[in-house]
């Protein structure tokens, strides 16, 4: 993925809570979203659109800030964490006290624990068992392409995306128990959205995929505490675990759901939008495929900026909510402290004044010096800053190994595509993908 450019340097700091008002979206523009029953983003979007990259909503007593500028983003994200925390979030009833919702000094300790695992020295330990999983991925995509059997190629970059990190935190293979029992997540994942954030009257279905779950994890943790020989990520907590008491079984336990959930859904669900763009822009699969032979610098370049649009117009997360600890002066704003504060990648990303035609699928934007803005608060599909997402390196190279596998043996011929997306944690095609291979 491109080299990210500096950020600009931070702007005189303003008296907290100095500035204008931030504009607000009128209450009949409220009203209308919700009698049409329309998606979120859609209202985000107007607000942008007629309010800019600092904008109100108003969607309970209090107005909501939605952030998509980028000198907002980076103040927000990258240079203020401190003001601008996380507070309790839905996948805490599936991640507990892992490092995605973790706060506070317990969040440091853990992602400094973690850290070390996805930069450098780390992740060359992980390299041989994406490699494998992206092999095993490519011998049943050959074998669909010999019998031509019908796919869902949602479903195949779910396996290769679970089955990569089942790798990097057991040693193992995935499994076809674990690959049924670990069908939950998805389920869970799905559900989150429409469950209560404090966790209370979860549905009997819900909590049935929870403790299916649970019995996976502990299954696993027991595996790793009888084989001290392993070197996998699940391994580095059960050590920490005999050395810290704050690692009891149930936080090891949310560690592993977390990097579980964290290290394939995304990864797979960026796959998927990247075969349904490519379906529609053959002439970028072949643009991928000129870049250079097997193997090369240059077609790895280009596979890595198919990715980085893909991610572009489908990032990790739509949303990033933040929660303002203090008063604050938002790029002339006035931000009251406890003001609910979103920021979302999905519309920086589709910004015409940041991204010329910016619904336009262009992977040499990537590669073209100039193509792309300069500023860091421009294109976040990981997030920004402290709390960025830990394994964007693990994401990128995996994603990358079983591209180059793949493109230049099959093309995807879809049955039938999604009308649409689907916006809940992630932004997920809101359908089934049903396939058969063509020929390369």
Do not use: N
């Not at 980076?74 to 964490?81: A, N």
């Not at 560690?255 to 379906?279: I, Q, S, Y």
């Not at 994603?399 to 999604?418: G, M």
């Amino acid at each position: 993925m491109a080299t990210e450019a500096h950020p600009a340097p931070a702007p005189p700091p303003a008296a907290a809570g100095a500035g204008r008002p931030v504009p607000e979206l009128p209450a009949g523009a409220v009203a209308r979203w919700q009698a049409e029953q329309a998606d979120l983003v859609e209202l985000f979007a107007q607000a942008q659109r007629e309010l800019g990259g600092v904008a109100a909503v108003r969607l309970g007593p209090r107005p909501t800030v939605l952030v998509t500028d980028p000198e907002a983003v980076q103040h927000v994200l990258g240079r203020h964490p401190e003001r601008y925390v996380k507070r309790s979030h839905r996948a805490r009833m599936l991640a507990g006290e892992g490092v995605l919702s973790a706060t506070g000094e317990a969040w440091k300790r853990q992602r400094r624990l973690l850290q070390s695992q996805f930069t450098g020295t780390g992740m060359r330990r992980y390299e041989q068992r994406i490699a494998e999983a992206a092999r095993r991925t490519a011998d049943r995509w050959a074998q669909y392409a010999r019998t031509g059997e019908r796919f869902d190629v949602a479903e195949e970059m779910r396996y290769f995306a679970l089955d990569t990190i089942w790798r990097a935190l057991t040693g193992h293979p995935l499994d076809d128990r674990t690959d049924r029992e670990l069908a939950a997540v998805a389920r869970v994942v799905a559900a989150m959205p429409t469950l209560p954030a404090d966790g209370a009257g979860i549905p009997e279905a819900v909590r049935a995929d929870l403790a299916r779950i649970d019995a996976v994890a502990h299954a696993a943790i027991d595996a790793a505490r009888r084989a001290p020989e392993g070197d996998g990520l699940l391994r580095v907590l059960v050590e920490a675990g005999e050395e810290h008491p704050e690692y009891t079984d149930r936080l090891i336990r949310d560690e592993l759901v977390t990097l579980l959930v964290a290290g394939h859904e995304t990864t797979a669900t960026t796959l998927t939008w990247l075969f349904l763009l490519l379906d529609r822009h053959p002439e970028a699969r072949a643009w991928v495929l000129a870049a250079g032979p097997t193997g090369s610098a240059e077609r790895r370049e280009a596979v890595q900026a198919l990715v980085g649009e893909t991610l572009r117009l489908y990032p990790s997360a739509w949303i990033l909510p933040r929660h303002a600890a203090e008063a604050d002066t938002l790029v002339g704003h006035r931000i009251e402290a406890g003001t609910d504060v979103i920021v979302s990648p999905y519309l920086t990303h589709r910004d015409p004044a940041l991204w010329p035609d910016p619904e336009r699928f262009d992977p040499a934007r990537f590669t073209t010096p100039g193509a792309r803005p300069a500023h860091l608060g421009a294109y976040y599909p990981f997030g920004l800053g402290a709390r960025a997402c830990l394994g964007t390196q693990f994401a990128v190279r995996e994603t990358t190994a079983l591209l180059e596998l793949l493109l230049p043996a099959h093309r995807p011929r879809f049955l039938s595509t999604p009308a649409g997306a689907a916006y809940s944690i992630t932004v997920r095609p809101d359908g089934p993908t049903p396939a058969v291979l063509a020929g390369g």
